[in-house]
């Protein structure tokens, strides 16, 4: 007999709504449910994982050339990851969490008990479609969460591997996918979900959070923004130049924390392009063929964002920037040569906006607080990368550089290490992600204070306020004072 067809995703508002109304009353289970039951769910999604390795690396190098090693590390890695750190600590993070009392409250017990928000909204962006959809999801389910998780519509072959995905593991009270762009987006974001989950450029998170201001639902911004790599005249050149490279280029540097632009100190400034001229040849143009020709390079998502990265290398040469290295660009395959850039104008287009793309300005500065000046004059950025192997400089940029997340003497891999949380600062977003984090994301800490029945010292505050209630207002007064 023919396997029925699955049914359409719901797109219309009035099946979005009722979508979240059959979730709100599903989440009533959830909420329920002990460890064990939130496990077996986090289990049957590994399991789905590691039958369909071959397809979501299909499915990725369809939408955008995304090399199939790649998508083993930082998609199908880096969701393992996050699911099997879950399960191994997800009795303890259930667990209620008992507080200390404090003297005016003596006889009274305190804890924190976690509950699941109840029905989340995931929204995914393109750029590492899989890992940032169900990474997101891990972290939904684990705190016991029903979940709608809209992926991007500009990766659609894993948008619609996603949709298969959840049709196959979970039931659609519990977790749907709905597809689409903008127009979906909107109608999801009108909804009174109880959190929203966004990962996107801040541009479109501001329209997530007035959406969210309707209905008072919170919210967690994973956004982007220009994440700087400060390289000190004490950093290894060598070593800088192997990490910077593989953190610009990895994903075609379509990375939310890859580092966006280079601030070098000015006696390394040339020896360090010369190192990254030899690491790119080493990494991309080993058989000599040229960049374009290596399986170990991606592809620009779309003509779009094609485009737009061609603008910004045009603009900035027609400013004055200087191509140091690569420049090369083919629109017939959406490539686009790692490319560094000198003598960049702090008013180009490259140096204004976040680049996502493998382009590399590099500018020059003379001393530490100099490179600390021109960070902070622009919005927070969500990754700060340091090489330096001074620990006074190192110590130096961490205490006067804002930003979500910092890694020293490499780039990328600090949102590997789970028991950090991970997330932006100001312009680059709001809460956090990854591991417990992300389990409290999705969890409303509830409060609770247990009182004795009869007499308690409270009672001590009680009206009518004689001279007595006083004189032990004044003794707890004087005891903190
Ligand atoms: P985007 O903001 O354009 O899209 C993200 C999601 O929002 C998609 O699902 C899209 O369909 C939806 N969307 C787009 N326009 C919308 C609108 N007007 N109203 C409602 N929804 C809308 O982001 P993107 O281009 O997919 O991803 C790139 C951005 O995401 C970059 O800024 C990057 O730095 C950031 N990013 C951040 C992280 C992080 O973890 N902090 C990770 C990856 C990407």
Request: with cysteine; charged share 20%.
């Amino acid at each position: 007999m023919p396997t029925p067809a699955a049914p359409p995703p719901p797109t219309e508002t009035t099946d979005l709504a009722a979508l979240l109304e059959r979730q709100r009353v599903r989440s009533e289970v959830l909420r329920r449910e002990a460890p064990a039951e939130r496990a077996a769910r986090l289990q049957r999604l590994h399991q789905w994982i590691i039958r369909n390795r071959a397809a979501v690396q299909q499915a990725l190098h369809q939408d955008f050339g995304k090399p199939a090693v790649e998508t083993d590390v930082t998609e199908l890695y880096a969701t393992q990851a996050e699911i099997r750190h879950a399960l191994k600590h997800l009795k303890q993070w259930m667990a209620p969490k008992r507080v200390s009392t404090p003297l005016a409250l003596l006889g009274t017990t305190s804890w924190v008990q976690y509950e699941p928000k109840g029905v989340a909204l995931i929204m995914a962006p393109w750029n590492y479609p899989f890992y940032l959809a169900v990474g997101p999801l891990v972290s939904a389910l684990a705190a016991g969460n029903c979940c709608v998780l809209k992926p991007s519509e500009m990766t659609p072959a894993v948008s619609r591997l996603l949709a298969q995905l959840v049709q196959e593991v979970f039931e659609p009270a519990e977790v749907a996918v709905v597809e689409g762009g903008k127009d979906v987006a909107t109608a999801l974001l009108a909804l009174p979900f109880d959190h929203i989950f966004f990962t996107g450029s801040p541009q479109v998170g501001k329209v997530v959070m007035r959406a969210a201001a309707e209905h008072l639902t919170s919210v967690t911004l994973e956004l982007g923004g220009k994440s700087p790599a400060i390289v000190d005249a004490s950093a290894d050149l060598r070593d800088a130049a192997e990490k910077l490279v593989w953190g610009k280029c990895v994903n075609a540097g379509q990375t939310c924390v890859a580092p966006d632009y280079l601030l070098v100190h000015e006696s390394v400034q040339e020896p360090l392009i010369e190192e990254i001229r030899g690491v790119l040849g080493r990494f991309y143009d080993a058989a000599g063929a040229g960049v374009a020709a290596s399986p170990s390079f991606a592809r620009i998502v779309n003509g779009h964002h094609f485009q737009r990265l061609a603008g910004l290398l045009e603009d900035a040469q027609q400013r004055g920037a200087a191509v140091a290295l690569g420049g090369g660009v083919d629109q017939s395959q959406c490539f686009i040569e790692p490319t560094v850039l000198t003598d960049v104008p702090a008013d180009s287009a490259v140096m204004r906006e976040e680049i996502f793309g493998p382009l590399l300005p590099v500018v020059p500065f003379r001393t530490l607080m100099e490179a600390a000046d021109f960070v902070n004059a622009r919005p927070r950025p969500l990754a700060l990368y340091v090489f330096a192997r001074s620990a006074e400089a190192q110590r130096y940029l961490l205490g006067r550089v804002p930003a979500g997340g910092a890694c020293l003497n490499d780039t990328i891999i600090h949102l590997g290490q789970l028991e950090l949380p991970f997330g932006g600062a100001g312009n680059s977003g709001i809460g956090r992600a990854h591991g417990h984090y992300g389990f409290l994301a999705f969890s409303n800490e509830k409060a609770v204070l247990r009182q004795r029945v009869g007499p308690t010292g409270i009672k001590l505050f009680y009206p009518p306020y004689t001279p007595k209630v006083q004189r032990v207002v004044d003794l707890l007064l004087k005891y903190l004072g």
